[in-house]
């Protein structure tokens, strides 16, 4: 198998992590715990920060390359190397915060046209979480979300997907939809389209690749509604009921997503995204305990 097939199932792997792994945990809370129904919102921190401490591990053990790769890029000796460094992570996180606070403006304008609440569940989540530990609050969002985050759905996805707009694509979407959904069928989802996307236009060319691309990409479609019936039941039930200011919610972590991914393919530096993605998270951290 060559390099990019097996990064390709590397990263199959490394995002199928995360509802396995917390699938394991759950279940063998059932185990010690019989009849357990709820957690406080403490453990259920520190259990998100377990399931995705594993998913950073075992990132870091496919990828070893990329990790050794990044690391370098701090160690290695260089004149003027950090004040480079931080003053591209600041001119990055300006143009970033641009783009977020456009995106944010549009939905918020679109939400208030109809009718619905400009609360997002997960921002929701995150500003009740004040209230549990300060500290755990600080050192999950401003460290532990940047770096993991970044590892994983920048880093592992741009060592498989090498096609530029197919990686911003992904990237953005499947960051957006993993803070808005509880269930990982459509993330893993968009990762299968992408994944073949990629390889569809890589090896081929002119009408080949527009047909195969378009049988691929209903097929994993059709795959994942036969899935999700099996999950949910009645599709139309589903998408009636679903949360619309989730839906349109998203669009702001997408462009976000997608934001940082198009950083990363410009420098090929996982540490500009993470001190853009801790500098975002930081000035949220501050708007929710001092405004």
């Not at 917390?22 to 406080?40: D, E, H």
């Not at 994944?195 to 080949?208: Q, S, T, W």
Request: aromatic share 12%; hydrophobic share 55%.
């Amino acid at each position: 198998m060559n390099k990019e097939l097996t990064n390709k199932l590397k990263l199959v792997v490394s995002l199928s992590s995360i509802p396995l792994v917390s699938w394991g945990i759950v279940n063998l809370m059932n185990i010690l715990k019989p009849g357990l129904t709820s957690i406080s919102r403490l453990s259920a921190m520190l259990l998100n920060e377990v399931i995705f401490l594993s998913s950073f591990v075992i990132v870091i053990l496919l990828f070893k390359d990329f990790f050794i790769r990044n690391i370098s890029l701090l160690t290695k000796k260089e004149s003027g190397k950090y004040k480079k460094l931080f003053s591209t992570i600041l001119e990055s996180f300006a143009l970033f915060m641009v783009v977020k606070y456009i995106v944010g403006v549009v939905v918020t304008l679109l939400l208030s046209l109809l009718g619905l609440s400009t609360v997002i569940e997960n921002q929701a989540l995150v500003e009740s979480f004040v209230d549990v530990s300060i500290p755990l609050l600080v050192i999950s969002s401003c460290i532990f979300a940047p770096i993991t985050e970044e590892f994983l759905f920048r880093g592992a996805i741009k060592e498989a997907i090498k096609n530029k707009w197919v990686f911003i694509t992904v990237s953005g979407l499947i960051f957006g939809l993993m803070h808005v959904l509880d269930g990982y069928t459509l993330i893993l989802g968009v990762l299968l389209v992408g994944l073949y996307l990629d390889f569809i236009i890589n090896k081929y060319k002119g009408r080949e690749r527009v047909y195969l691309s378009i049988c691929g990409v209903l097929i994993i479609i059709l795959l994942c509604g036969w899935i999700l019936f099996f999950q949910y039941g009645n599709l139309l039930n589903l998408v009636k009921n679903v949360n619309k200011t989730e839906i349109i919610g998203s669009a702001i972590y997408i462009s976000m997503g997608a934001m940082l991914a198009h950083l990363y393919y410009k420098y090929d530096n996982i540490w500009i995204n993470i001190g853009v993605h801790a500098l975002n998270n930081a000035l949220g951290v501050i708007a929710i305990l001092f405004l």
